[in-house]
């Protein structure tokens, strides 16, 4: 190596060195294969259902035959592997087209855009279709590709509004309560006045600047859903000749809300009011890859200007069928009975612990857990020390992660609980017992001791799984 080289090596070390002091430091780890998954966000445990992995396995095979049928000849063997190239040089196929279409007429949108992933869907949209002079609108917690999609954007004015609240009024939800607000240091207004200030500029009212509202449909660190209606109403209301623009991302949200799966704006019956929805196949869906779903136009101009998508090899045939076959498994309804056990298990382990939560009576640094009938998979046990709770949890073989600063404000901090289809009661009562040992220990600021009662009782529960060497994650 030269020695500019290793210069360039060793302020890196000093990045990485500082970030470690900080406690923010990023490692790659791998979940052992005995754990309990209550990490992931394969909430309906898709990825592994086997009626799934048969059907796409045989479609598979199918395409093998197909290619063997053709007269042997090397040219017309199809590609099971590899694209060949980005989806305007050799990467599009008919496969592709009418999978597109499939979706699009299963979530009831005009047009549909693969892209590679959501994150791709995410900076592709953001990141072509607002221009000079536009304004883009967006909940202080979005995800980080529609920030990304941001920065990529030539919009003028970049404008966040406090989470998931119309007006003031709607404010305090999880971990957003005003004192949690004013501790993270917060400022944003709610959308109803960010919208109101907006209004008096000339060019937005005469229509000469767009207004794009990004939200998402499903919060990944607090797992609440947007009051979406309110939202398109306010907008409406607001920028009445239609310059708003609202875009949903469904990430979380498809597969889980909505008849069949559709998402939050099919439960809603708001298809026609929201101008884009991003759509995540990673988490719910059980695969891999996003769509943007959106007018025939919005796709040709994505098919035109989106980088992520011009600049990328497209997806892969295997892709495209995982895709398939589990838009097959959701179109046929077979995911209902897994959304009605995921929705019983929601229910279930949000009242066993909050009634932990209100049995024990910790203080809030300790845990909080919020009392809310949210239909969401995603459950935050707030707590000041994380990583504290999420490391006991593992040594017990549950698999949670902690969350902190700077991917929840300061002041939120968590360990994040994602139930799946595939989770059991007998599972969560473990890990409520687990968690209630940990409280108890920082209640009495000790560790628990072997012989304590509620030792005993982790240990009896989670006896089969608790092994010595077991690896602190
Ligand atoms: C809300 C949201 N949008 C987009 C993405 C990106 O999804 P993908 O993994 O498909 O790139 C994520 C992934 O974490 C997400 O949580």
């Known amino acids: 190596m030269t ?32 754990f309990i998954d209550f990490s992931s966000n394969g909430y309906l445990s898709l990825s592994t259902n086997p009626e799934i992995q048969k059907s796409l396995l045989s479609r598979l095979q199918a ?14 063997r199809r590609s099971l592997l590899g694209s060949g190239g980005s989806r305007l040089l050799d990467g599009n196929s ?11 007429s299963f979530h009831g949108a005009e047009a549909a855009l693969l892209f590679t992933s959501a994150y791709d869907a995410n900076t592709g949209l953001l990141g072509s279709v607002p221009q000079p002079g536009d304004v883009i609108l967006y909940d202080e917690l979005i995800h980080a590709s529609v920030h990304d999609g941001m920065r990529m954007s030539r919009a003028t004015r970049r404008i966040p509004f406090a989470h998931s609240s119309i007006s003031e009024a709607q404010q305090g939800r999880v971990a957003n309560t005003k004192e949690s607000r004013a501790a ?31 939200v998402e449909g499903l919060y990944s660190m607090d797992g609440d859903t947007i009051l979406l209606k309110e939202i398109v109403e306010t907008v409406d209301r607001y920028l009445p ?8 991302d469904e990430a979380h ?15 809603l019956g708001l298809e026609d009011r929201i101008w884009a929805r991003v759509l995540g196949f990673g988490k719910a869906m059980g695969c891999a890859g996003g769509v943007v779903l959106c007018s025939s136009i919005t796709r040709s101009y994505l098919i035109n200007y989106a980088r992520s998508l011009i600049y990328t090899t497209s997806m892969t045939f295997t892709s495209l069928a995982s895709i398939d076959v589990v838009y097959d498994f959701l179109i046929s309804g077979q995911s209902e009975p897994l ?17 932990l939560y209100t049995r024990l009576k910790p203080n809030r640094d300790t845990l909080y857990v919020e009392q809310t009938t949210l239909k969401s998979p995603i459950i935050p046990i707030l707590t000041a020390s994380p990583r504290s709770l999420a490391e006991h949890c593992q040594r017990f073989g549950f698999m949670v992660r902690p969350i902190v600063s700077p991917t929840v404000p300061l002041g939120s901090e968590r360990v994040r609980v994602c139930l799946h289809y595939s989770n059991t009661k007998e ?15 920082q209640m009495a600021e000790v560790m628990p001791q072997e012989n304590t009662e509620s030792h005993k009782k982790v240990t009896e529960i989670t006896d089969g799984f608790i092994k010595e060497d077991k690896p602190r994650l």
Do not use: M
């Not at 008919?94 to 699009?104: D, G, V, Y």
């Open 3 to 34: 020695g500019t080289r290793r210069r360039l090596d060793d302020t890196l070390g000093e990045v990485l060195a500082r970030r470690k002091t900080l406690n923010r430091l990023r490692k790659l780890s791998n979940t052992p294969a005995n």
């Open 63 to 76: 395409e093998v035959a197909t290619s063997e049928d053709s007269n042997g000849s090397r040219n017309a």
């Open 94 to 104: 008919p496969f592709a087209e009418s999978l597109e279409a499939k979706i699009a």
């Open 184 to 214: 993270s240091g917060s400022k944003n207004q709610g959308l109803d006045h960010v919208l109101r200030e907006l209004a008096k500029d000339e060019r937005v009212t005469n229509c000469q600047a767009n207004v794009f509202i990004c």
């Open 241 to 248: 000749s239609g310059n708003g623009y609202v875009i949903v």
């Open 253 to 267: 949200s498809v597969g889980v809300f909505g008849k069949d799966g559709r998402g939050l704006v099919c439960q």
């Open 339 to 355: 959304r009605r056990h995921l929705e019983t298990l929601i229910y279930y382990t949000r009242h066993q612990l909050h009634t």
């Open 427 to 441: 599972q969560v009562d473990e890990l409520c017992s687990v968690i209630e040992v940990w409280v108890k220990s």
